[in-house]
C-alpha cells in the first residue's frame, strides 16, 4: 500500500527559504511515476505548485516559476520542494502526489491517485 507523507512546513518571513520533503513508500516506482506538489488555501481549489513526470521532466506553475525547485531522491524514496524568496501569497497547506504511469504533464489534481496529509506553509510579511 502506497503511503506519502509530506514534512518540512513551519512559519517563514518574505524572502525566506523552506525545502518540504515527501517521503513515498509502499512500491511506488520513481521511475515509472509522475510525482508533484500542490497546495491549497481556505475557500480556494487545489492548485498545482510543482511536478515532475516520470522521465524527470520539472514543470512549475507560473507564480512559482524561478523561486522553487522540485527535485527526488529515488535512494531515499523522496520527493522535495525547495522554495526560495518566500512570498505572503504562498501561505498554504502543501500537498505531495504520487501516480504511476508515463503521461507528461500531470498537473490536474484529479490525476494523482496517493495524496499525503499536507503540511501547512505560513509566510509572513
Known amino acids: 500500500q502506497v503511503h506519502v507523507e509530506e514534512s518540512g512546513g513551519g512559519v517563514a518571513q518574505a524572502g525566506d527559504s523552506l525545502r518540504l520533503s515527501c517521503s513515498i513508500t509502499g512500491g511506488i516506482k520513481f521511475d515509472r511515476s509522475a510525482m508533484g506538489w500542490f497546495r491549497q488555501t481556505p475557500g480556494k481549489d487545489r492548485e498545482y505548485v510543482a511536478v515532475?513526470?516520470?522521465?524527470?521532466?520539472?514543470y512549475y506553475t507560473g507564480s512559482v516559476e524561478g523561486r522553487f525547485t522540485i527535485s527526488r531522491d529515488k535512494q531515499t524514496n523522496t520527493l522535495y520542494l525547495e522554495m526560495n524568496s518566500l512570498k505572503p501569497e504562498d501561505t498554504a497547506v502543501y500537498y505531495c502526489?504520487?501516480?504511476?504511469?508515463?503521461?507528461?504533464?500531470?498537473?490536474?489534481?484529479?490525476?494523482?491517485?496517493?495524496w499525503g496529509q499536507g503540511t501547512q506553509v505560513t509566510v509572513s510579511s
Open positions: 515532475m513526470s516520470w522521465i524527470g521532466r520539472r
Open positions: 502526489a504520487a501516480d504511476p504511469g508515463r503521461l507528461e504533464r500531470k498537473i490536474g489534481v484529479g490525476q494523482y491517485a496517493y
